[in-house]
């Protein structure tokens, strides 16, 4: 499974949910991928403050400002 972190530079919350995602990785098998949502007005104005967020390939919020580990296993044995 393929999943996505919206988030920008110099945000702990940001770092603590990629560094918890990367621990999970290969225990659960899926990517991410990390995206900037400074560096795209449209999602800089979607997201606001409101980052980390991090969503399934279909764009389905699983959570946002830390990572929920019981909403993501969840997530991924439902898909």
């Known amino acids: ?7 920008r530079s110099d945000c702990h919350l940001c770092d603590d949910m990629v560094a918890a995602l990367q621990a999970l990785q290969g225990p659960l098998g899926f990517q991410f991928e990390e995206l ?3 560096a795209d007005p449209v999602l800089k104005a979607r997201f606001g403050a409101r980052v980390p ?7 389905e919020e699983i959570c946002h400002y830390w990572l929920d580990e019981d909403a993501l296993r969840r997530h991924l044995a439902l898909k």
């Open 36 to 38: 900037d949502v400074d």
């Open 53 to 59: 967020v991090l969503v399934d390939a279909q764009g």
């Open 1 to 7: 499974m393929r999943l996505r972190v919206y988030g």
